[in-house]
Structures are given as structure tokens and as C-alpha cells.
């Protein structure tokens, strides 16, 4: 059996936050616009819990899983939004009910994987931490969307070190999506937690270098905010690129949000 990580409790708090945000709103609310284009409320869900029974499917069915990625490569453009439409076209009791419940068993898969498994996924082969990380990442990143299109400010926590780390380690990825050679020297990224500690990564050293709140490195990897609305500072060109490339998630570049106060 796997040793206790503390990734899957911070998965279960992260989720557990969204869901007392969803709970309490009407099917109004449910149906209301986020600033993901054409999706509501339901869909940010609904991408939620499809995303979790994918992530099931990895741990506990692997040719079911492989079976799944063949349609997702097969429709590459519209899987995504698909599985969201499914989902947001049910009654918001049972899509809150069944997103308990998926989440549920995936933390229970999870936990009881054996230690150095690794799954399968729609990019490289993952390790059971590895997909608790992914999947926080997306429930912050979603519940972020969520928490915008109903104007409720979340108290950021030190969860969020998740959420940093895989937007660290995309750095390279970030470039490779945008068909550019990634730099071959590593950066120094120093970023305040929400508790006020220091997350340092890369030599000390290092030229290029990033710094800023926890918070806006987060936003700014999973694009849920325009850079230019984010308190973090680029010391070098390679750096400073990045910035304006930057994303935490599988796939192809994201359109980002636009500035404040830009037309839409």
C-alpha cells in the first residue's frame, strides 16, 4: 500500500472548498456565465467530475482508460467541452451528487495505489501523487472560474505549493507548445506563500529569476488572470518570456484571460 501523502488530504480540502462554494446556489447561479467562453457554472463542475472518472478510469481500469484517450485523440478540439456539455445538462443536485461521488472514489483508488505505480494519462504516465497534483491543479484553477462568476474572493492557502510546483517543472512545456526551444539554463523562481513563507526553485544564483506572490504564479500558470494584472517580476529576457507564455496544464496554448478593464 502506498504511504500517506499529503497531497491527497490538500486534494480533498481543495474540492471540499468548491463544494461548499456550489452547494448553496440556486439553479440560476448553476446556469450563470464564467469567463471560460460558454461555459456556466455547471459546466466548470461538470468538467470536474468528468475529469475524476477519467482519472479513476487510469487507476483502476487501464484498457477502459485507453479507450477513452482514443476518443479524446480522435477529437482533440471538442472532447473537452463535450464531456462539460454532458454534465451541465443535469439537474444541479445530481451533478453536485455524482461529483461527490467520483471524487470520493478516485481519493479512495489513490490512496490505495502501491507505491511507484504509475498510470496512464493523456500526457506522460503518472504517479499517484502526480495525479492527486493534477487534479487539485484543475480544482483550484476551475473552482477559480467558479469563484469569479460569482464574485466570491477565495482566502488563498498554502495548498497552492501544488499548484506552483507543476507550473515550475512546465516551464520547458510551456516553451515546446509554442514551438519555441525551451532555455537551457535553469531559473530561480522565489515566490511568497499565502502564510508568508518563502518557495524558493533553481540555483540561487541564476540570471533569470522570477519573483512575486504564490497567488499571481498561480493565476498566471493556470491563466486565469492576464500578467499584466499580476505583481510578479522578470529579471532577464528568457524570463520575461516566459511569463508571457506560461501554463501549468496539458495541451495546447490557452487564450488567457484579457487585462482588466480590456474590451471583450
Known amino acids: 500500500m502506498s504511504e500517506p501523502t499529503p497531497v491527497f488530504d490538500d486534494l480533498r480540502e481543495e474540492s471540499d472548498q468548491l463544494d461548499g462554494i456550489a452547494a448553496g446556489l440556486s439553479e440560476e447561479q448553476w446556469a450563470g456565465s464564467t469567463p471560460a467562453p460558454r461555459w456556466t457554472v455547471a459546466h466548470q463542475i461538470a468538467h470536474l467530475h468528468w475529469t475524476d472518472r477519467a482519472a479513476l478510469l487510469a487507476v483502476t ?135 508568508g513563507a518563502s518557495w524558493t526553485y533553481g540555483p540561487e544564483a541564476a540570471p533569470q529569476r522570477v519573483t512575486g506572490p504564490a497567488l499571481d504564479f498561480c493565476l498566471l500558470v493556470t491563466q486565469r488572470a492576464h500578467r499584466a494584472d499580476l505583481a510578479l517580476t522578470a529579471t532577464g529576457p528568457d524570463a520575461d518570456r516566459w511569463l508571457d507564455i506560461a501554463q501549468a496544464f496539458a495541451g495546447p496554448p490557452g487564450a488567457g484571460r484579457p487585462p482588466k478593464g480590456a474590451a471583450r
Not at 461529483?99 to 498510470?119: I, S
Not at 517543472?169 to 532555455?183: M, Q, W
Open 61 to 195: 481500469d487501464q484498457g477502459g482508460f485507453r479507450e477513452l484517450a482514443e476518443k479524446a485523440l480522435a477529437a482533440p478540439g471538442t472532447f473537452v467541452d463535450e464531456g462539460a456539455d454532458e454534465g451541465a445538462r443535469l439537474r444541479p443536485a445530481e451533478l453536485l451528487a455524482r461529483w461527490r461521488e467520483g471524487r470520493a472514489a478516485l481519493q479512495e483508488a489513490l490512496r490505495a495505489a502501491p507505491t511507484g505505480t504509475r498510470f496512464p494519462w493523456f500526457g506522460p504516465p503518472m504517479s499517484a501523487a502526480s495525479m492527486a497534483t493534477g487534479r487539485l491543479m484543475e480544482t483550484w484553477a476551475h473552482g477559480q472560474d467558479v469563484a469569479d462568476a460569482l464574485g466570491v474572493v477565495r482566502t488563498p492557502t498554502d495548498r497552492l505549493r501544488h499548484v506552483v510546483r507543476i507550473g515550475v517543472r512546465a516551464r520547458d512545456f510551456a516553451h515546446t507548445v509554442h514551438g519555441l526551444t525551451p532555455p537551457a539554463e535553469e531559473f530561480r523562481v522565489e515566490l511568497t506563500a499565502p502564510s
